[in-house]
């Protein structure tokens, strides 16, 4: 049976495609608009002591991307998940709980949340796996968004499934916050992101980590109802781990989804948002 190909469903509700020429036949290159707000400083008056008021900037992500993949390359697309944990990283660099921070992202894709993550981190190690070009992608698009990285940015190969490397291994040593967007589409790259996770949580320092899923439902017969099996199979086994740490102690949140958007996409109902920090014990 031939693989199947996918497309993100974020072009069913905007067009954010351009006629400017990728570097990859194939490719598209996309623009994405999101409102970058002025820092949270002390309110400002003016000389008649009325308030003011600095209005947001109109930025935008230009990405090159595929429109279609096999489901093995989808980190070669953009997906819904990646807009939530921008606008996430926007409402905490905003409030200064970024600053200072080293931040890896797990499966970057293309790496439009990495570099959201570079306005307002000290450095930014944007990872995923070694296959497709993807990493090619993720350093000319960070060529592209040259002007919203802040931080330091680095772009390494992280395989859930292979061991680290001692650049990477000293680059984790140094990792305050974990983020990842939609990372699982299947049973196996699910338990790999899992135990990837774990190892991560359990080295020093703590750790906090932000992780975006959406919800896919199909249809079974064994169920007869719709189920979303990736994201049931990875609660079930982050239930299994988030107990069995020799080193740590973590606290597992679902977050509300109640900060301001900033992106411009559908927020849809099957959006979630994970929180899971460690502490050493």
């Known amino acids: 049976m031939p693989e199947l190909t996918v ?15 990728p570097s990859t036949e194939g490719n598209v290159i996309s623009e994405f608009p999101f409102i970058l707000p002025k820092s949270r400083n002390k309110p400002k008056f003016d000389e008649d002591d009325d308030l003011d008021e600095e209005r947001p900037e109109k930025e935008v992500i230009k990405i090159e991307h595929s ?41 970057a894709g293309t790496g439009l949340t990495s570099f959201v993550a570079a306005l307002y981190a000290k450095k930014v190690i944007c990872t995923d796996i070694d296959i497709g070009g993807i990493l090619d992608l993720i350093k000319l698009n960070a060529k592209y968004n040259a002007k919203l990285i802040k931080s330091q940015f680095k772009v390494l190969p992280l395989d859930f499934t292979a061991t680290w ?25 699910t338990a790999a992101f899992v135990t990837t996770i774990q190892k991560l949580l359990n080295t020093k320092p703590p750790k906090t980590l932000y992780v975006v899923l959406e ?27 988030k107990g069995d740490n020799a080193h740590s102690v973590w606290t597992v949140q679902q977050l509300p989804l109640d900060f301001p958007k900033y992106f ?14 460690s502490q050493p014990t």
């Open 67 to 107: 429109s279609k993949t096999k489901i093995a390359l989808v980190g070669l697309q953009v997906w819904r998940g990646a807009f939530l944990l921008g606008d996430l990283l926007i409402h905490l660099g905003l409030s200064g709980r970024l600053a200072g921070k080293t931040i890896l992202e797990l499966g």
């Open 264 to 277: 411009t996409y559908d927020r849809v109902k099957e959006l979630v948002l994970w929180k899971i920090s």
């Open 165 to 189: 490397s001692p650049q990477l291994t000293d680059e984790i040593n140094e990792t305050d916050i974990i983020i990842a967007a939609d990372v699982i589409y299947d049973d196996d790259v």
């Open 215 to 241: 919800k896919r439902y199909v249809f079974t017969i064994e169920h007869m109802d719709s189920v979303a099996p990736c994201y049931e199979t990875f609660l079930t086994l982050l239930d299994k781990v």
């Open 7 to 21: 497309t993100s469903e974020i072009y069913e509700e905007y067009d954010y495609r351009t006629k400017i020429t």
